[in-house]
């Protein structure tokens, strides 16, 4: 009989490992043919830009502590997160971008520039970044120490490497659009980034001062929408005309960025 | 209560006990390393298996930041692995009882399983790890256990038994204690099911009110019964013991984890509380093991023939 149960043991281990380490073909590792045809452009792209603004008092940013790793303690910069970067009721790191109207009509094509990720000071730089589909993401390691670089999609094939100090740059493409992947480096666990994957180029990023802007907007009528990594999202219709430049801000309110921590500690009491 | 105090001294098995205990104690280290694999979340931070960034032996320049874990938790588990193999070989050549000699491959064929578990979790996506993840919590404390469970089977008290006539367990303790036994290891899973994010707190809380009943049930049974009784009594209030320092630390290590909530990484106490919380949660188990093995070698022997491997009873089945 004990020798049952340790074949059955050791069987059911190795089917696990086995159906762990076949990484099956998923759906989603080739490109997708979208049927759309190519977006022409008339010469009459507008502009869409703001301020994604910040009421209320903001949560206090978490210390980082880096002392597990001797390279980045004595890395300069803030340690601090960067979740709700505030700077005079201005608010950072908001991804803002368009759904519906031509970007979802047309297929457009990436820019042969690549889009870069730094691991600097044993930070992610920039935090919160854009790419289309297909346009190459350039990871680059300026620490003197290794990362590695473990973004977790849903829609996107997974992948974790290790990226010593002095390799060469990593160069990723992602074949399905996604609003936002995670990454994270698992060997310092503060280091978190968000991307998110398009299939057009009208997205934005929100700088320090809280402005964004989204260039080369074909006209037509969309669906504005801001994304935060703990304040989720806005959405609001906005009509973009030939040439026309458009204003749009956002507000957050403080109260939202307060959320997510209770919405972790609710997440901790649901049941399965 | 004993009828005789003398004891053996060159019992058959002292070196095979010696060394199983030793294999008790580094699977004991393994379990707290574990427990700060996945309490600092470093499961993923060596991308590769069997293999370390390509190698057996990292440079100390690799060995940095949450490295530290998992790697000093993959060199543990070889050591782990390669002693327990020569565990059952040194069972398999010197003891006389046949189903001791099958345990010792058991607990092999149990931590090899146990390797490739963990394996799989290094090599599984994101959504499939705490299927992964949960059974090889569950796995690593039932190894434990069973290495326990040879170091009682090879120990003196464990021969003695032969020869000494305790005053009979009568069956219903002895069974209370096995409840208590599948009672550990349910609330084990559910605690790492909560760890691992597979499911929220209720389950564990609710695990936890069981088990406590469950336990004080058991041990306040066995001290009644067998207040004379050292080998049983002793087991029976470690375990109440063990079980208010577990559900103290089991509190608070929830209340770190939820004054946590928002940190940029894991961070102390949530840390420490968390992995004291599995390592006292392992030696509860150790402990009731212990205590069930004593009470059903101690039942009438009528009764031992029949459900329990008694010392030299070749063949029967564990």
């Excluded at chain 2, 002793?234 to 375990?239: S, V």
């Excluded at chain 2, 004291?276 to 059903?296: E, F, K, N, Q, S």
Aim: net charge positive.
């Amino acid at each position: 009989m004990l020798k049952k149960y340790g074949s059955m043991i050791v069987a059911a281990a190795l089917v696990a490992f086995m159906i762990a380490s076949c990484k099956p073909k998923k759906k989603d590792d080739g490109p997708v043919d979208t049927g759309k045809s190519p977006y022409q452009s008339k010469n009459d792209e507008g502009t869409i830009s703001g301020v994604i603004k910040f009421d209320g008092t903001p949560p206090d940013r978490k210390r980082i502590d880096m002392g597990a790793d001797a390279n980045c303690a004595s890395a300069g910069g803030e340690k601090l997160t960067e979740e709700v970067l505030v700077t005079d009721g201005k608010l950072a790191n908001v991804f803002v971008y368009l759904t519906g109207g031509p970007v979802d009509q047309f297929s457009f094509q990436p820019p042969s520039d690549p889009v870069v990720l730094d691991q600097k000071g044993c930070r992610y730089d920039p935090h919160v970044l854009g790419v289309m589909i297909k346009q190459t993401l350039r990871i680059l390691n300026s620490d003197q120490t290794a990362h590695n670089v473990h973004p977790t999609p849903k829609n996107n094939p997974e992948w974790n490497e290790s990226q010593p100090p002095g390799t060469a740059p990593k160069e990723k493409t992602f074949n399905r659009a996604e609003t936002l992947i995670p990454v994270k480096c698992n060997q310092h666990p503060w280091m978190k980034a968000n991307v998110g994957v398009l299939a057009h180029p009208c997205f934005s990023v929100s700088a320090q001062d809280g402005t964004y802007t989204i260039k080369n907007v074909p006209p037509g009528n969309y669906t504005l929408v801001t994304w935060h990594e703990t304040m989720g999202e806005q959405k609001t219709q906005i009509t973009v005309g030939a040439s026309e430049k458009k204003t749009q801000d956002f507000t957050y309110k403080s109260s939202v960025a307060y959320a997510p921590t209770s919405l972790r500690v609710e997440a901790a009491l649901i049941l399965p | 209560m004993l009828k005789s105090e003398s004891s053996i001294e060159n019992f058959p098995t002292r070196g095979l006990h010696r060394f199983a205990l030793a294999v008790a104690s580094l699977t004991l280290v393994l379990l707290v390393v574990g427990g700060l694999v996945t309490s600092n979340e470093a499961g993923d931070s060596v991308p590769d298996w069997p293999l370390s960034f390509g190698r057996w032996l990292i440079s100390s320049d690799y060995f940095v930041a949450n490295i530290r874990y998992e790697y000093s938790h993959r060199f543990i588990a070889g050591m782990v692995g390669f002693s327990t193999f020569i565990l059952a070989v040194w069972a398999w050549r010197s003891d006389s009882r046949a189903w001791m000699r099958k345990l010792g491959w058991l607990a092999f064929a149990a931590v090899v399983a146990q390797a490739l578990l963990g394996g799989a979790r290094v090599l599984t996506g994101e959504a499939g790890k705490p299927f992964i993840a949960v059974p090889h919590a569950l796995l690593a404390q039932s190894f434990f256990g069973t290495i326990v469970a040879i170091a009682v089977f090879t120990s003196r008290s464990w021969w003695e038994q032969s020869r000494v006539k305790f005053s009979a367990v009568d069956a219903r303790t002895a069974r209370l204690t096995v409840y208590s036994v599948g009672a550990v290891l349910v609330q084990l899973v559910l605690g790492a099911g909560f760890r691992h994010r597979a499911f929220g707190i209720i389950p564990h809380i609710i695990g936890a009110v069981i088990v406590a009943a469950v336990l004080l049930w058991t041990a306040m049974t066995v001290v009644a019964r067998h207040k004379g009784e050292r080998s049983l009594r002793r087991p029976a209030i470690t375990a109440i013991a063990l079980l208010i320092v577990q559900l103290c630390l089991g509190v608070g290590a929830y209340l770190a984890r939820l004054a946590a909530a928002g940190d940029a990484q894991p961070l102390e106490p949530m840390i420490s509380l968390t992995v004291a919380h599995l390592t006292v949660g392992a030696l509860l188990l150790a402990d009731l093991i212990v205590l069930m093995l004593r009470c059903y070698g101690s039942l009438a022997p009528e009764r031992a023939e029949k459900t329990f491997a008694a010392p030299r009873a070749e063949g029967v089945v564990v």
